[in-house]
């Protein structure tokens, strides 16, 4: 990966930090892109959750600001000018205190072509069981 595209991903992982009023423990982003009709359709799935007063985890809806779309359509276009193909699944993962990790899948976005499978959906439905689990250690 060359050094806009690392660029890009921190510029990414900040933009969504600090689009958040509050503490937070994780965010997650999954964002679909294609290329259609000479131009992009876009789909996004994203939350972070946060320890509530109780001590309790819960998941809150992530809102994507123009600028946060931005650098994600950056992002593919750079990656691929560089690589000859433009991803059409990203996901990022970011935990405190800042490490984060981007995974890409060059096969077709599901959501965009009507796939609404577990893969696509489902596992952002159980995510926040997977979380509990994990900080457990169950």
Excluded at 44 to 60: S, T
Excluded at 66 to 87: H, I, N, P, Y
């Amino acid at each position: 990966m060359n050094q806009t595209a690392m660029d890009l991903q921190k510029k990414i992982v900040s933009a969504l930090a600090h689009s958040i009023d509050g503490a937070w423990e994780r965010i997650m982003v999954n964002y679909e892109m294609q290329e259609e009709d000479g131009g992009l359709t876009e789909d996004r799935r994203g939350f972070y959750i946060v320890l509530d007063e109780a001590g309790g985890y819960r998941k809150v809806g992530l809102v994507f600001d123009s600028a946060v779309k931005d650098l994600f359509r950056a992002l593919r276009e750079t990656m691929q000018s560089s690589e000859g193909q433009g991803w059409g699944t990203c996901d990022l993962v970011i935990d405190q205190p800042g490490r984060f990790r981007f995974n890409f899948s060059y096969d077709p976005p599901k959501r965009i072509n009507g796939v609404f499978d577990d893969e696509s959906m489902g596992r952002f439905d159980r995510y926040l069981d997977a979380y509990k689990a994990e900080r457990t250690g169950a």
